[in-house]
């Protein structure tokens, strides 16, 4: 590994990176190299959930500052949504030596349209000549492992993927499912900065119109299986079957953010999970 960097906008000299390999469960050597982008990829989506808890639970602000981010998701064992994990993963990057943008996207999968805000947010990583999507947050949908940013560039696999670029340039990455593609998210590489992020937790966690304030959305992709949980509802998805859907009871509500999404409540916090639950 490179020595620790100069100071940057995204924090590397200040992450424990030892403690994040240790709960992403990443062992060896690391290096600013497509091996590890890779390997890293994976074991982030496989560890850490896509967790909107902490804005289900009524708390008003959900810190982006490195320091608070690996006390939830590295210490304690949490989730977090796209803008936290991404902040996380770009100080590691920055950390080993990796060179790379932040870039803003629009979600289709959810939502049906193509012109909604633009509230997803990933790495774009320059290496070799080549650019590369790193994507760690985006759920039970998103890919496994970085995406090469290229005109029809694919992901093979149990999980596959591939990149179109549309007439107005946008680029969209797409989940190539038995039933057909579905478009997950539309976005250019226009650079994003942590500034950015701050308004868009802020619209996340207060604005009526957010996605994220109303219901619990669990996400976690696994090599074998992936998992959505919005509000009682559990999605199941396994490579090359059809989706399974059923709804959870209250007990198996309460449970499934540790036993299915691995994510490490507090006490305090599963009893106010249990009072939503109940209902007024």
């Known amino acids: 590994m490179r020595g620790v960097p100069a100071e940057s906008m995204w924090q590397g000299a200040a992450v424990d990176v030892d403690a994040y390999l240790a709960r992403v469960g990443h062992r060896g050597d690391v290096a600013p190299d497509l091996a590890t982008l890779r390997a890293l990829h994976t074991a982030h989506v496989d560890a850490i959930a896509f967790d909107n808890l902490d804005a289900v639970l009524g708390r008003t602000a ?30 590691v990057l920055d950390r080993i030596g990796f060179t790379f943008t932040a870039f803003a996207a629009r979600t289709r999968i959810r939502t049906g349209s193509r012109f909604g805000p633009a509230l997803h947010v990933a790495l774009c990583v320059e290496l070799d000549g080549e650019r590369w999507v790193y994507d760690v947050s985006f759920g039970a949908h998103g890919p496994h492992e970085p995406i090469r940013l290229a005109e029809h560039a694919r992901l093979d696999g149990d999980w596959p993927f591939d990149l179109v670029r549309e007439p107005s340039g946008e680029h969209v990455l797409r989940f190539l499912r038995p039933e057909g593609p579905a478009e997950l998210y539309g976005f250019t590489t226009d650079v994003r900065y942590p ?29 074998g299986v992936r998992h959505l949980l919005v509000g009682s509802t559990l999605t199941e998805l396994r490579p090359g079957e059809p989706a399974t859907v059923r709804e959870l009871d209250k007990d198996e509500a309460l449970s499934a953010p540790e036993d299915v999404f691995g994510i490490t409540l507090e006490p305090a916090d599963v009893q106010a999970l249990r009072k939503i639950l109940d209902g007024p």
Do not use: M, Y
């Open 62 to 91: 959900v810190p982006l500052d490195l320091e608070s981010l690996q006390e939830k998701i590295v210490r304690r064992g949490r989730g977090g949504w796209c803008l936290e994990q991404v902040v996380l993963a770009a100080a």
């Open 195 to 223: 500034s950015d992020f701050e308004l868009l937790n802020h619209f996340c966690l207060t604005h009526p119109r957010s996605p994220f304030n109303h219901r619990a959305v669990l996400q976690r992709t696994r090599p």
